[in-house]
């Protein structure tokens, strides 16, 4: 076996469904409930703002959905993605352990964002929708959404976190190349963002008061909808290709990860990475899962277990999941992908259920494992990335000092080329 | 076969020896001159700015140069690099030529650069050396040697042409984030930086110019040398590893490519391409060459056939090239990394004795195709290289009007996405 052992896949070998883990989870999710009325939300109220396929999904609890021809093509266009040995960076750590990494930033955008934006603008688009408003922190999802957009005729706009929006002009540039629309929020577009302006002209803008910003965008036009990029089930329903992909990976090489990492923002490529091992931790297994987030920003680790919305003004449906709280506006951290208030219903579940680990990393720790990394591996990680990469490193020097050869896989979720400037 | 077929290669079958068709030419290359006696250049008078290595690399006439351990692990971090089938761009075309791209951009850096970054780092690093000095157009060279530096320890300086600088101030973050040191070209650290600037006070500057400072730079500092992007032999050879793994790669999968394209600057990344394919040529196979130059800096196209410097000063040696005059100071086009008034000897002499086709093309058609390409086929390509794929539409449609199956295979040289300004 090669010391720089890549694992392809063939267009053939991709999973040509999504895994749904509502189908095996030994608990039931507690339901979103309608903000006003704290009644259990119905189906249909969700499709106000989803269109009809992608409500279906969120809900439904069936094993298996099948991704349909046209989105498979279009995974096709750069799926399946590597899974690399990080060869150069177990010599370094002087580890046993063996250290993989699926690497997402082969996709067109650079980020795992195009396995569900690819999607949601697909089901959109059957459904008639002509314009899709979405919100995007670092950006990957805002661009990851107008390059879908552009591949099935649908309008996009796009309201970025007014921090970040600054701090990487690059992004507003590859948006405007796919032919979307990018305002820094808060605007004085909406009478939300108008309204958090009047509050703090300097407002650095948060997540949450994006999708507020772009949830009013949505009421306010014809035949437009919503669409998000992480947190909800179908998001990380579409997700599970990256984790289908890393199973089929490692059968190949005969081999079983013992540990599996992803960086937590909203929880979708951590939820793609580790949910279709779902049924083998239930069989018993020992497999370990581990969210790594910032520490600025430590939903999983200090946020409060409980009903929460998603964004700032209220708008969206009550989740039960780990938050900091709706009004919570995080410091200016460059992993700006991972400055949000919540979490997936999904992962909180997990993790409240005991079947997830989740650590918090400062900045430090994360940008010198992106710095060694980089040089090692000759790939610069997105800044979220790195959190994944910091706690893999960890994990590695854990297995050294216990003298275990442990299999680490962790999602490499997009590269920093397009976020130079937080390193900077 | 797939229609998104990917062709890779695992790193034991990545080339383990570099091809030097000096071996093999079957004409002379007319000598390089000393720039104040115009005599032969002795070996020895190139050993001032270059290691002893490289000056043997660039004048030897052995057929096979094997690659060294080091290096060999060095690419092996990214290489081999995928030979990819452009099926959405074919049936796009309604074209019945098989279209196949190599594609460079997966290196660290994003382009070819470090193919010929890594190796001339390692001789410079075993030779003693401990800055390196060089210039560079867009970025992608500069980029590309600082990541080699830091993998070998040395130190690098760049002088990057102002206009790029200006335009593309991500250029900048990465070189520094790898280490480099980086100075807009013109700059008032050298005495001929000054002097140009005296002149205009506004100008642009060019690679000539650039390559002036740097070498005023070598000559002022203690084992300091000088680091060419393109041009020498040398720089082609190494470049060769892309020929060879695309041969490999269509044997792979028992297929010929009638025609072989590539953009042209100075000509290492498609000399890289088209070399090693030289003896099938020289063998009698119908196999066609094009290197596709943008309108604004014909050098191939227009330019006249004559010994010239490389820089604007005159310092380098005089070498017999296809040249618009050391003194011509390109537009402001996007392509940074083609604007420069002279070629590599080697391109230079085939294209001299029909060997090889060239064409040149406006912005228009290229940016059409960066434009076709990103949506068809998920990669943003870097401006230069849209050159490239601008030459392969052109060959597509001419084989649909004569309903010719013929293979086509050129090379993605890079991505765009540090050089998105450029498409603004």
Same mark, same amino acid.
């Given at each position: 076996m090669s010391r720089r052992e890549r694992i392809y896949l063939s267009v053939?070998?991709?999973p040509k469904y999504w895994y749904n883990v509502l189908a095996d989870l030994p608990f039931q999710l507690d339901p979103p409930l309608n903000p006003q009325t704290r009644e259990v939300l119905k189906p249909e109220e969700l499709g106000a703002i989803f269109p009809q396929p992608l409500v279906e999904q969120e809900v439904t609890t069936e094993r298996f959905i099948k991704i349909p021809k046209k989105v498979f093509d279009e995974y096709a266009v750069f799926r399946p993605s590597p899974?690399?040995? !990080?060869?150069?960076?177990?010599? @370094?750590?002087?580890?046993? !352990?063996?250290?993989?990494y699926k @690497?997402?930033?082969?996709s067109p955008t650079g980020s795992h964002k195009t396995n569900t934006s690819i999607p949601q603008a697909y089901y959109n688009m059957i459904s008639g929708t002509k314009t899709l408003v979405t919100e995007t922190g670092a950006g990957q999802w805002g661009t990851a959404l107008s390059y879908a957009g552009l591949k099935f005729g649908l309008n996009i706009e796009v309201y970025m976190v007014k921090t970040s929006f600054e701090q990487k002009p690059m992004r507003k540039l590859i948006i405007n190349f796919f032919g979307g629309k990018v305002s820094p929020s808060p605007s004085l577009n909406t009478e939300f963002g108008k309204k958090m302006l009047d509050i703090d002209r300097e407002n650095p803008g948060s997540l949450g008061i994006a999708i507020s910003e772009a949830l009013e965008e949505v009421f306010k036009k014809d035949n437009a909808k919503y669409a998000l990029g992480s947190v909800l089930n179908h998001v990380l329903l579409h997700q599970t290709i990256i984790g289908l992909e890393i199973k089929k990976q490692f059968e190949k090489i005969n081999i079983k990860p013992d540990v599996i990492i992803g960086c937590h923002g909203g929880g979708s490529n951590l939820g793609g990475t580790i949910l279709p091992f779902i049924p083998e931790k239930l069989s018993g297994e020992k497999i370990e899962f581990l969210a790594c987030e910032p520490k600025s920003c430590p939903t999983l680790t200090e946020g409060e277990y409980r009903y929460d919305n998603g964004d700032t003004a209220g708008l969206t449906p009550l989740m039960m999941?780990?938050?900091?709280?709706?009004?919570?506006?995080?410091?200016?951290?460059h992993a700006g992908g991972l400055r949000y208030h919540g979490s997936a219903p999904i992962i909180a579940k997990l993790k409240h259920e005991n079947m997830l680990n989740a650590i918090a990393l400062d900045q430090e720790e994360t940008f010198e494992a992106a710095r060694i990394f980089s040089k090692l591996e000759g790939i610069i990680p997105a800044p979220e990335s790195s959190h994944a990469i910091a706690g893999a490193i960890r994990e590695a020097i854990k297995a050294k000092e216990n003298k275990e050869e442990k299999v680490i896989v962790f999602t490499l979720s997009g590269h920093g080329l397009l976020d130079l400037t937080a390193y900077a």
């Open positions: 053939e070998e991709m899974l690399i040995r !990080a060869s150069n960076l177990e010599e @370094y750590l002087e580890t046993p !352990a063996k250290i993989y @690497y997402e930033g082969v999941m780990y938050t900091l709280g709706k009004e919570f506006i995080p410091p200016k951290i």
